[in-house]
């Protein structure tokens, strides 16, 4: 990809994907420079891995301290325990208490995430760090849960490092549910179903007929020829509309249904018959 100076960024994929092996998937792509966003199962909500007392939420790393509430706030509307006011509510009140980033990854894929109530604009006031209390009056006041092995490393550092194989099968850089989230995700998705639908009507992939030779690896050598041969022809139909040859350029033909006039048709046994003449 890189060699080729083909563009990299984003890539939505359902929700199997998660179940992937990090060393044949999730590291290879990230390693290509794309960006996972991921959707979950409704069991895979809450908390999903941990890292030095850091808990992995809904594919975004935030304090030990969390409130319960705000822990299974998007488990909670999927089972109806909330309504979507509420989940908001929780979601928005839960990015105070989120890890951030203290600086880009490195050549390796690993990342330095800062503690929410440590450097000059905390996010949380936190009796552990007394540098973050008295700042501003707004800022939520973390209830510190005691345990007979003291706090954990997040919490008794500054920033901790996550390297590139924590947390890598649900980990995602946008906040799973939000606006932005929604936006990247349901938008590739779309395309994705899209070129899905395409190949079933154009070289009706979902017909083992299509395939009559028996192995996993020989059906999956001739779907990649059928999915290579359905992006040939969706380049072939773009590139038919183009302005060559002195030739204008001209639309590509509507698959649409044409609409029928109002006036003079109606659904077929709406009306009754009417006798000739009448």
Known sequence: ?????????????????NAALPE????????LGYRPIWDYRIDQLGIQGSHAGALLIDGTWYCPNLPPPLT?????????KIDKHTWRARVDARASYRLRPKAAPDHRGARRMLCLA????????????????????????????????????????????????????????LDHGLAPWVHHYFWLRNRVEHFNGYAKDHEAIEHSRTRRIRGIAAQSLLLS???????????????????TNGLPARRRPSNRHKLKNPHDWTPSGYLPDTAPGA
């Open 225 to 243: 020829f059928q999915i290579a041969h359905a992006n040939h022809r969706k380049l072939a139909a773009w590139l038919d509309t183009l302005q």
């Open 72 to 80: 299974t706030a998007t488990a909670d509307l999927l089972t109806k």
């Open 1 to 17: 990809m890189r060699r080729r100076n083909y563009p990299t960024g984003w890539l939505a994929a359902d929700r199997a994907y």
């Open 24 to 31: 044949t998937f999730h590291i290879p792509v990230r390693d």
């Open 118 to 173: 440590a450097g000059t604009h905390p996010t949380v006031a936190c009796p552990v760090k007394r540098r973050s209390l008295g700042r501003d009056p707004r800022l939520p006041l973390i209830d510190v849960t005691p345990a007979p092995a003291g706090h954990p490393e997040v919490c008794r550092r500054e920033s901790l490092a996550f390297t590139r194989d924590i947390g890598i099968r649900h980990w995602q850089e």
